[in-house]
């Protein structure tokens, strides 16, 4: 870890809901709830929250993850723990 | 309300609460008929899109000949589970039927469709082991592997592509991996492409299960379901399904090598723990099964309504998704207007199901509509009108 920047994670992240929901990078918000907004079920957040750890090579906490609800949540979850 | 309902509960009580004070709450509603094009629903009788009986096999005469037979023989139900007094000679003969028709060693059949995902999973993988799941796949798969203790990952729907990247990237963390998919899915009409699937599975040394739940009888020359569509019978290493669709009755099955089936029988919970399929219904299920051979004309005049109901919908106006089969969803596209849409063609006549968040995201709210070789042309032609009249009055066309 250490030299990913921030703007690298939020980059990395958004191309990863943006395929997974279909949506190009700009249109989504960082304020995007999982569910309500971008309609993931169970299934696919886990599968956005699995690609973006294994981009960059850690195990995140399962109880920790499964609070997250909005794309920000995330992106502040991941600058936490990889920077 | 009942301390059994917790607080996230009440929340969704709360909106079906509101959907009965609208009047547009249509899950459920009371039955007075067989399955047939049309059905009788809360006291009249309506054209009925909202079965799967796809071929019309539930109120066939040969086949209610086969069940009031059995009945006769073997009574109400057979009183145990398959492992103990529930395989009778019929269940054996039904098995060594569907083993023949998909070209496999064996045959289990199981309670219902639901548990034959979840025991064919089951049998399959556990934990160490992974399954990688099409992001549209049936509910019962999702369970399946969650029952199984494997991990799951999903990739997007239909997207072989984004398989083959997901496959590379897991394969080397894995004992086991399974690709599942639906044959057809229950919600667009579409299908699995087999042909770059089995490709896929072979490079990377996976295994693939498939659900033939919405194929069998509707797809392929002969109405042998994917692989017969896409002439590969060995494509698949496992293939389960239903009876709830092809013969519009209840009962699932699952086929593949005899050693897989075996071990299957003696460590499936879904199938040891669960009173077998009554006598009367695999009969009726196995009559079926000849009836997709001596009378084609069932599954030709279902493909035919199928083009004829597309087209019909597409000059309305209506957006059909990638739909090619007897699913077809009509998308509305949000879940205020599906469930006025759905109750507006209800009172004209027209029987149907609302799909909406959270069985699909809400931007892709749904009528769900599954066409029946027995509908008439008068009866297409009747929802065309209907759905016209409120697809305009709505602003959705």
């Known amino acids: 870890m250490g030299t990913v920047t921030a703007d690298q994670i939020r980059k990395d992240f958004l191309a990863i809901i943006a395929k997974l929901s279909g949506k190009k990078p700009e249109q989504l918000k960082d304020g995007d709830r999982f569910r309500e907004d971008l309609g993931f079920d169970s299934l696919k957040s886990m599968e956005a929250i699995s690609r973006i750890t294994e981009m960059y090579d850690f195990d995140p906490d399962l109880d920790e993850v499964m609070e997250l609800q909005t794309i920000i949540e995330v992106i502040k979850y991941l600058e936490k723990k990889l920077i | 309300m009942s301390q059994l309902v917790s607080d996230p509960m009440k929340q969704q009580a709360a909106l079906l609460s ?155 963390k894995y004992q086991r991996m399974l690709v599942i998919v639906d044959s057809v899915y229950s919600m667009d009409g579409d299908w699995a492409d087999l042909k770059e699937l089995y490709r896929l599975k072979e490079e990377h040394g996976a295994l693939l299960l498939i659900d033939e739940a919405h194929s069998l009888g509707v797809l392929g020359k002969r109405g042998y379901g994917l692989p017969d ?90 957006d059909t998704g990638p739909s090619r089969t007897a699913v077809v969803p009509l998308l509305i596209r949000d879940m205020e207007k599906t469930m006025t849409f759905n109750k507006m063609i209800f009172d004209e006549g027209v029987y149907a199901s609302p799909i909406v968040h959270p069985a699909v995201p809400p931007a892709e709210s749904r009528i769900r509509l599954g066409v029946m070789a027995t509908h008439t042309k008068e009866d297409l032609d009747r929802s065309f009108e209907v759905f016209k009249k409120v697809g305009k009055k709505l602003g959705i066309i």
């Open chain 2, 18 to 172: 509101m959907l009965r004070k609208e009047n547009i709450y249509t899950y459920s509603l009371e039955v007075t008929s067989a399955c047939a094009n049309r059905i009788v629903v809360s006291g009249k009788e309506r054209i009925n899109f909202i079965s799967n009986n796809y071929l019309g096999f539930s109120t066939h005469p040969e086949v209610l000949k086969a069940v009031r037979k059995a009945l006769d023989k073997y009574g109400l139900g057979i009183g145990g589970s398959p492992l103990a007094c529930g395989t009778t000679d019929i269940h054996y003969r039904l098995q060594e039927k569907i083993a023949r028709l998909y070209e496999r060693e064996a045959c289990v059949l199981l309670p219902s469709g639901y548990q034959a995902l979840l025991g064919s999973i089951q049998a399959t993988i556990g934990k160490g082991d992974v399954a990688l799941l099409d992001s549209l796949v049936h509910r019962s798969i999702v369970d399946g592997v969650t029952l199984s203790g494997s991990d799951k990952r999903m990739w997007l729907h239909n997207d072989t592509e984004d398989l083959a990247t997901l496959l590379e990237r897991v394969k080397t």
């Open chain 2, 229 to 318: 569509h896409f002439n590969m019978p060995q494509a698949p290493d496992v293939i389960a399904g239903t009876f709830s669709k092809f013969a519009g009755a209840v009962g699932g099955f699952v086929t593949g090598p005899s050693d897989f089936i075996d071990h299957l029988r003696h460590n499936a919970s879904a199938y040891i723990f669960s009173a077998s399929i009554p006598p009367m219904t695999v009969a009726g299920v196995y009559r079926s099964f000849e009836l997709l051979d001596e009378e084609p004309q069932w599954r030709e005049r279902l493909w035919d309504n199928i083009s004829y109901f597309l087209k019909g919908l597409k000059e309305i106006g209506f």
